[in-house]
C-alpha cells in the first residue's frame, strides 16, 4: 500500500498543482502569492485523493 501510495500521489498531486496554478493564472492573479496557494491546495487536496484512488486500486 506504501508504495502504491508513493507512486500515485507522485502523479496525483503534480496535476492537481497543475491545475491549480493554470487556474490562478487564468483568472487573472499572476503574483507569486496566489500562485503558491493554489499550489499549496492542489497538494493538500492529493492526500485524499490518492488515498481513495489506491484503496479502489487494491480492492481490484
Do not use: H, Q
Not at 29 to 45: E, K, N, W
Amino acid at each position: 500500500m506504501t508504495r502504491l501510495f508513493g507512486i500515485l500521489f507522485s502523479l496525483i498531486s503534480t496535476t492537481l498543482m497543475g491545475v491549480g496554478v493554470v487556474v490562478a493564472l487564468t483568472s487573472g492573479m499572476d503574483t507569486l502569492r496566489p500562485i503558491l496557494i493554489a499550489a499549496a491546495i492542489g497538494f493538500a487536496l492529493a492526500i485524499p485523493v490518492t488515498w481513495v484512488v489506491s484503496r479502489k486500486l487494491e480492492s481490484l
